[in-house]
């Protein structure tokens, strides 16, 4: 079955500083891949996703995320925070050829401190 | 465009009431999908309409969960008797065509059973 890992419950960065949350889903032969943003009241919004192709993919928000086939990860990156990047964070996968699905991960927590 | 829409809000109930949470997917969109979070945990996958029809059920929790979807156009999903583990967040998501270019959510339902 398809799985996301996201180690990481909760991070908390200076605005301004550089920002990574990791990402890792189980063995797929094509993977599509996802990322979601949740701020306060808000529902999930697409930051960005991966089908094939260039393996770092540009998203809203100046976000970007790097696929790694080598090691099933899908790790977002933003080069400096903003303290509107404050929010919930859930990576996801689906799998072509099975179920119009996909498996969220778990979230991460983004909290920016001043 | 209008988004996806869920209504309540926020819906809190006693232990064997009934609650039926709605979801008007965007205007347009075949495809319409049920998603919970449950307090801390992933967002894990219900079911998936394809205009009226069930697509996939898999992940409906059990028989006190009924989705319909008449018409094609907006979606119930009815919890009859609710139980405290019932409790979450129902997110409703759309998406027109492919499901791989990503869905657009609904700001959720807070469902809470006392």
């Known amino acids: 079955a398809q799985s996301v890992t996201q180690p990481d419950i909760h991070i908390t960065v200076s605005e301004g500083a550089s920002l990574e949350l990791r990402c890792n889903y189980s063995y797929g032969a094509t993977p599509y891949l996802f990322w979601y943003v949740q701020s306060p009241g808000q529902g999930l919004q697409l930051l960005l996703k991966y089908f094939s192709g260039d393996t770092l993919v540009q998203g809203i928000k100046g976000f970007e995320a790097e696929f790694k086939r080598s090691q099933s990860s899908f790790n977002l990156r933003k080069p400096s925070v903003h303290w509107s990047d404050a929010a919930e964070y859930f990576c996801?996968?689906?799998?072509?050829?099975?179920?119009?699905?996909?498996?969220f991960g778990t979230g991460t927590k983004l909290q920016v401190i001043p | 465009e209008a988004g996806v829409t869920q209504f309540p809000s926020h819906s809190v109930i006693e232990k064997g009431q009934t609650v039926t949470l709605r979801c008007d997917p965007i205007?347009?969109?075949?495809?319409l999908y049920w998603y919970r979070r449950v307090m801390g945990k992933e967002i894990k996958f219900l079911l998936h309409?394809?205009?009226?029809?069930?697509?996939?059920e898999s992940g409906m929790p059990n028989n006190r969960f009924l989705a319909e979807r008449t018409g094609g156009t907006y979606s119930t999903l009815k919890v009859q008797p609710a139980e405290l583990e019932d409790s979450g967040v129902y997110f409703c998501?759309?998406?027109?065509?492919?499901?791989?270019?990503?869905?657009?959510f609904g700001s959720g339902t807070r469902l809470t059973v006392v």
């Open positions: 205007s347009g969109h075949d495809n």
């Open positions: 998501a759309s998406s027109q065509g492919r499901w791989n270019y990503g869905y657009t």
């Open positions: 309409f394809v205009k009226e029809s069930k697509q996939d």
């Open positions: 996801a996968v689906g799998y072509s050829g099975g179920y119009q699905k996909v498996t």
